[in-house]
């Protein structure tokens, strides 16, 4: 089964620093590009980052950018988001993501979603 | 950044209705358009990839059209497993989403 697990979400003040993990299984991890989208009560679904296989590309919303990084270690099936200068409105569910396009270095479409983690900015 | 606008925000049907959601993005976006379902407390769900292709194990009564900058989804013969949310998704440039259409 096809599945991604989110991790390291919680309440944090902005400024602050947090560092969310996904884990993944169930298909070949290291072939695929993978996302970090997010849905706030705001602005809706939003895209945050992209990584591609092989790490050859990485992609982030003009809203992330400079303060966020993503990153991914194929040996451990794992995508990582670092979130710094938290703010208020990085609040909401942040979703790990699964490209449909295997082997591919275009951003296509959100195949599989994991069931988010929360993130929470306030003093 | 494309933006995509969905219309409308909120539409009601009944059980066994043709129900149509329109999705026009602010610049073309050739086919790179693809359609989400999402239901209370769950992540999206892939329903439509490239403008037209059923994502596997979507049922059929699920169908997309369109091309450049306006688009359709429609679900004709509602099933009351389909009352949701439903978001369009570009991925021409960048990657922006709709401001979904809530069926009811």
């Known amino acids: 089964e096809v599945q991604l697990v989110e991790s390291g979400g919680g309440l944090e003040q902005p400024g602050r620093s947090l560092r969310l993990s996904c884990v993944a299984s169930?298909?070949?991890?290291?072939?695929?590009?993978m996302h970090w989208v997010r849905q706030t009560p705001g602005k809706g679904l939003e895209w945050v980052a992209g990584i591609s296989w092989k790490t050859i590309s990485r992609g982030y919303a003009d809203s992330v950018k400079g303060r966020f990084t993503i990153s991914r270690d194929d040996a451990e099936n794992s995508v990582y988001l670092q979130m710094n200068s938290l703010r208020p409105e990085d609040t909401g569910l942040y979703y790990c993501s699964k490209d449909i396009a295997r082997q591919q270095l275009a951003y296509d479409a959100f195949h599989i979603w994991g069931q988010g983690t929360m993130v929470t900015v306030s003093s | 950044d494309i933006q995509m606008t969905q219309s409308p925000s909120s539409l009601s049907a009944s059980v066994g209705d043709r129900v149509t959601i329109t999705c026009r993005a602010s610049q073309s976006v050739d086919n790179y358009l693809n359609w989400y379902q999402q239901k209370p407390g769950q992540a999206p769900k892939l329903l439509i990839y490239a403008t037209s292709t059923l994502e596997s194990g979507v049922p059929p009564r699920f169908s997309g059209a369109g091309s450049g900058t306006h688009f359709t989804l429609t679900i004709t013969g509602l099933q009351p497993e389909d009352y949701a949310t439903y978001y369009c998704?570009?991925?021409?440039?960048?990657?922006?989403f709709g401001g979904g259409t809530k069926v009811e």
């Open positions: 998704q570009q991925s021409h440039s960048k990657l922006t």
């Open positions: 169930g298909f070949n991890f290291d072939e695929y590009t």
